[in-house]
């Protein structure tokens, strides 16, 4: 059986390299590509492809957990593995709840990248083992563990947002962010912004 795949990346090399090594395979079928997030959930929902490669970020526009959202939201959907350069907690977490399939790094050697094509198209989960490493730690620790929405509060507040735009962002009140905030503290052992910025990028949770 064929294995068609939509390759969503917004750099011509990528998506150039990724038909190079792919086409290599037998049984796999490079159907498609989309530069663009948007682009890719509308070439997803004709169903031409089998497994979509979708990148994580995508400069502007959507962002790719929102493009795997939206394309695993339909029935009889491709499955959608996450190829990325971002192993943070929060990348992880986001990929996972929107119903990736998979999450592999770029760097992942060609028969890695085969074998996660295959495993994700057979409806398998198709991790790559630092992020199942990942996974696997939330899991022995919940309770040091930051949940998605702290993880997404500091993301913001790492990149310089204030208590109110963050509100704004995530449709919270700025009393939530604070109480999320007093959690973060209390869980990554800091009292600062700055601190928890720093203490959170050294263990990959968020990135910078």
Same mark, same amino acid.
């Given at each position: 059986?064929?294995?068609?795949?939509?390759?969503? +990346?917004?750099?011509?090399?990528?998506?150039? !390299?990724?038909?190079?090594?792919?086409?290599?395979?037998? !049984?796999?079928?490079?159907? %498609?590509?989309?530069?663009? %997030?948007?682009?890719?959930?509308? =070439?997803?929902?004709?169903?031409? @492809?089998?497994?979509?490669?979708?990148?994580?970020?995508?400069?502007?526009?959507?962002?790719?957990?929102?493009?795997?959202?939206?394309?695993?939201?339909?029935?009889?959907?491709?499955? /959608?593995?996450?190829?990325?350069? #971002?192993?943070? +907690?929060?990348?992880?977490? %986001?990929?996972?709840?929107?119903?990736?399939? !998979? #999450? =592999?790094?770029?760097?992942?050697?060609?028969?890695?990248? %085969?074998?996660?094509?295959?495993? @994700?198209?057979?409806?398998?989960?198709?991790? @790559?083992? @630092?992020?199942?490493?990942?996974?696997?730690?939330?899991?022995?620790?919940?309770?040091?563990?930051?949940?998605?929405?702290?993880?997404?509060?500091?993301?913001? /507040?790492?990149?310089?947002?204030?208590?109110?735009?963050? &509100?704004?962002?995530?449709?919270?009140?700025?009393?939530?962010?604070?109480?999320?905030?007093?959690?973060? #503290?209390?869980?990554?052992? /800091? +009292? &600062?912004?700055? &601190?928890?910025?720093?203490?959170?990028?050294?263990?990959?949770?968020?990135?910078?």
């Amino acid at each position: 059986m064929t294995i068609r795949l939509l390759l969503a +990346d917004d750099h011509p090399v990528v998506r150039a !390299g990724l038909r190079a090594v792919l086409e290599t395979e037998p !049984g796999f079928e490079i159907v %498609a590509e989309a530069a663009t %997030a948007e682009r890719a959930v509308e =070439l997803a929902a004709t169903g031409i @492809a089998d497994v979509v490669l979708m990148d994580l970020q995508f400069g502007a526009g959507m962002h790719g957990a929102e493009a795997t959202a939206a394309i695993t939201a339909v029935a009889g959907a491709p499955r /959608v593995l996450i190829l990325t350069t #971002y192993d943070t +907690d929060a990348d992880i977490l %986001a990929a996972v709840e929107a119903g990736a399939g !998979g #999450y =592999l790094l770029k760097d992942a050697p060609p028969e890695e990248l %085969a074998a996660a094509v295959r495993t @994700a198209a057979a409806g398998q989960s198709a991790l @790559a083992p @630092a992020v199942a490493h990942r996974l696997m730690d939330r899991m022995r620790t919940p309770a040091e563990s930051l949940t998605r929405r702290e993880l997404e509060v500091l993301q913001l /507040v790492g990149e310089g947002l204030s208590n109110q735009r963050i &509100s704004k962002e995530l449709f919270l009140s700025q009393a939530t962010v604070k109480s999320h905030l007093v959690h973060i #503290y209390a869980k990554l052992g /800091v +009292d &600062s912004r700055t &601190s928890a910025v720093a203490a959170a990028t050294a263990r990959r949770l968020i990135r910078r």
